[in-house]
């Protein structure tokens, strides 16, 4: 059986038109920062976003990104200068003429490259030790599970705050899987901070592959290679390193990649289909269970389903997620019971104090920053398709569907009221979709997109002293 996908031929010729509509896009998420950080500091409510401006007055001085206001430079500014540098004089060209093996393996290395440089502007410590070491982390309860079964038959016990035995801010705020990641890593020898800060950006280097493959799986390696370099530069990158959503971007991400590859080889009549759509099924299963937010992966999952039109990859990817479930609640956590906790702890916070009339579009502003000016372009290329596939439209392209499925996910964070501030760190696994958008850009305006992604992560990271 042939599949039905389309190929890249047979796509229509790119056109260079709309580029200044591009550039005023580009700029409106730009104001769209600059309002969220005015009103911040103007605003005579609380925001309980980021720690407030030096001498400042209580409720001024708040902007959106959690940080400080600190400028400044370090060991990694001239390396993630050299880096940013490289990959807008050869990153377009090297993706389209490179093998294509050789070119994921080239955008994973920019990928680590470029996270790691970031990091260690604010120095190896602080921008890459420090962040996992805190007492709200994973890793300030590891040395305390010395028993995993009675950890998971517990763990829900523990959620709630304000008792003597709750668990940390991280800890509590997810499911168990997470946690037990690190402990896994202490298990095996990887002990301490430095080290899972450093399998966090390994991992997370990993959606510079797993974002084009999956692309490219289902028929257009020509955007997937267009896309390449963006992936790669996310600015989001700057809480790339270090945190533990890196890990979850990493890791879902793959899931969806793995899925597509699946899917395409189900169509084709090839056996191993089902087993990887298993395998996909197995790892995004374990995603909701490193963050519930991840459930909202489903519809970035559901995308390559839509596009590859092979249902059957339902069939083995569901009761796969399901098991995982299954083990969990068999081991003790029930993950609903779990999630329902965490909404009552989120309320318990100060989250309950953050006011969603502005966060609701804050947190927007937030994703701005991390998807950077050339996914915000691409979003005007690609929005207006997001009816394609239905009846009486055109048929529905893999980066169309991936970034409508990622847009969805994250509109329905935001209306949810359970994602205020922090959304450019905690948004990273939807993030690295919505960047697919830029492949929607002419050719001939990339490296110029580049350069703006660049600059994006490198005055964020010079200019603030983010919390991750």
Request: proline share 6%; charged share 10%; hydrophobic share 55%.
């Amino acid at each position: 059986m042939s599949t039905v996908i389309t190929r890249p031929d047979e796509a229509p010729p790119e056109r260079a038109t709309g580029i200044p509509a591009d550039i005023v896009a580009g700029i409106a998420g730009l104001l769209l920062v600059l309002v969220a950080l005015v009103v911040g500091m103007l605003t005579g409510a609380r925001l309980y976003g980021s720690a407030q401006f030096p001498n400042a007055s209580p409720g001024f001085g708040e902007y959106p990104i959690l940080g400080h206001l600190s400028p400044h430079v370090g060991p990694g500014t001239v390396l993630a200068v050299v880096v940013a540098m490289a990959a807008v004089a050869w990153g377009p060209a090297l993706a389209e003429r490179l093998r294509w093996r050789t070119a994921l393996l080239g955008a994973y290395l920019l990928s680590v490259s470029w996270i790691l440089a970031l990091a260690l502007v604010d120095g190896w410590y602080v921008g890459v030790v420090r962040r996992l070491a805190t007492r709200d982390e994973y890793l300030h309860e590891v040395p305390g599970i010395t028993d995993i079964p009675t950890m998971l038959h517990t763990f829900s016990d523990r959620i709630l705050s304000l008792r003597p035995d709750s668990w940390t801010t991280h800890v509590s705020g997810h499911p168990p899987g997470a946690t037990l990641v690190f402990v896994w890593l202490d298990r095996i020898g990887l002990s301490g901070p430095t080290a899972a800060a450093l399998v966090c950006v390994l991992v997370a280097g990993l959606v510079a592959v797993a974002v084009p493959v999956t692309v490219a799986a289902l028929g257009r390696r020509d955007l997937a290679r267009a896309a390449l370099p963006f992936v790669a530069l996310l600015p989001g990158a700057v809480w790339l390193g270090v945190s533990a959503d890196a890990m979850f971007a990493g890791v879902v991400a793959v899931g969806v990649a793995v899925l597509a590859v699946g899917c395409v080889r189900l169509t084709d009549g090839r056996s191993a289909g089902g087993v990887l759509c298993a395998a996909a099924g197995l790892v995004l299963g374990f995603g909701i269970f490193l963050s519930y937010g991840l459930l909202l992966m489903a519809p970035v999952a559901l995308a390559v389903v839509l596009v590859s039109r092979c249902w059957r990859a339902l069939l083995y990817a569901v009761p796969a997620a399901l098991a995982v479930a299954g083990v969990f609640a068999l081991a003790g956590f029930w993950w609903l019971d779990g999630y329902h906790l965490v909404v009552e702890r989120y309320y318990e916070g100060i989250a309950a104090h953050r006011p969603y009339w502005y966060w609701v579009w804050a947190n927007l502003a937030c994703l701005a920053v991390a998807v950077g000016p050339a996914a915000v372009a691409g979003l005007r290329r690609t929005a207006p398709r997001f009816l394609d596939g239905l009846p009486g439209r055109a048929p529905l392209t893999p980066v169309v569907a991936l970034v409508r499925g990622a847009a969805l996910a994250v509109l329905t964070a935001d209306l949810s009221g359970l994602s205020k501030a922090e959304t450019e760190r905690i948004w990273l696994p939807f993030a690295v979709w919505l960047v697919l958008a830029a492949a929607a850009l002419p050719g001939a305006s990339r490296r110029w997109w580049l350069v703006a992604q660049a600059g994006t992560a490198l005055v964020v990271n010079h200019v603030l002293l983010t919390s991750w």
